[in-house]
């Protein structure tokens, strides 16, 4: 499979992990399946900004952890 979005999906998952926000909670907010949450946090399809935007509200985090999240290149 092509990679078309490089995210560090480790690092998402601790923020999440350390605020108690499940996966489930994601997927609710954004209207979408675990599958499709699992696709883009392994880069299959892209988090679109607003997307991005939410998370990033949902888990308070700095801009250094967003971009060491989501802009890791």
Do not use: H
């Amino acid at each position: 499979m092509l990679k078309t979005q490089n995210i560090d999906s480790a690092k998402l998952f601790k923020a999440m992990e350390k605020k108690g926000i499940k996966t489930s909670k994601f997927c609710e907010v954004f209207g979408i399946s675990r599958q499709a949450f699992w696709k883009k946090c392994k880069g299959i399809t892209q988090f679109r900004m607003p997307e991005v935007y939410v998370m990033c509200d949902l888990l308070n985090l700095s801009d250094e952890e967003k971009v060491e999240i989501f802009f890791p290149d």
